[in-house]
């Protein structure tokens, strides 16, 4: 007997899912925008320069009060390190464009519930600091590992960008890298067939990350 009477929950539930369900959403609009978009990757300093400046800017006086409420970005020192800040302007359909390898720009991004509701709802915006010292670096550490026949996505990027209030829910003191999306937190599985791996990486990142620029990344094991 054909199951036909499943069509009308399955027609609900769905769609439900989806909005519950949030990483599954992000996953369907990365599809989506695969599907709809050419979306190559991107392997040179022009290419990701190129990239950043389509995104437009706005200074922090321009977030509102509200934004700066919530995420706590007009508190104290971190109002006093924030001011001079200018944010990227990014919506939904910028998330899954590839800024640095294959890796797309919400790798870059903190999950928070601004996140979520910019998924769901296509005219929710966010604002977002991203150095492009940072992001030459992680290019740079990519180019370094391709030429040892290594994978150059053969690390993934836990977090990058966080505003104050992501930070503390976390449980940690702000870090004045995350807040100006200074610092990439990373995690290192099998890349190619090099050994140790890990202690490239580690080299790669004090030798040539200067602090003074601010594009030092975090890289956490597996």
């Not at 939904?92 to 509701?117: A, N, S, T």
């Not at 999306?181 to 050994?195: A, D, F, K, L, T």
Request: charged share 25%; with cysteine.
């Amino acid at each position: 007997m054909k199951k036909y009477w499943l069509l009308p929950f399955a027609v609900v539930l769905c769609p439900l899912a989806l909005l519950l369900h949030w990483p599954l959403l992000d996953r369907c609009w990365l599809r989506y925008y695969d599907w709809t978009h050419h979306n190559p990757p991107v392997h040179h300093r022009d290419e990701l320069r190129t990239r950043l400046t389509q995104y437009e800017r706005i200074p922090y006086a321009a977030l509102g009060a509200p934004y700066l409420t919530a995420t706590k970005s007009d508190q104290g020192a971190y109002a006093d390190l924030l001011r001079s800040s200018q944010y990227y302007r990014i919506r939904r359909e910028h998330l899954y464009q590839k800024v640095v390898g294959d890796f797309r720009l919400r790798d870059f991004i903190c999950k928070d519930q601004y996140y979520q509701q910019c998924l769901r709802d296509g005219e929710v915006e966010l604002r977002v600091l991203l150095d492009e010292k940072m992001l030459l670096k992680t290019l740079e550490l990519q180019e370094a590992l391709r030429k040892r026949n290594a994978d150059p996505q053969g690390f993934s990027n836990v977090n990058g960008y966080r505003h104050t209030s992501n930070t503390a829910r976390e449980g940690s003191t702000p870090a004045r890298r995350h807040l100006l999306g200074q610092e990439e937190v990373m995690s290192i599985g099998m890349v190619g067939r090099i050994s140790r791996t890990n202690a490239f990486c580690w080299r790669f990142w004090r030798t040539r990350s200067s602090k003074t620029e601010g594009a030092l990344a975090v890289i956490r094991g597996p």
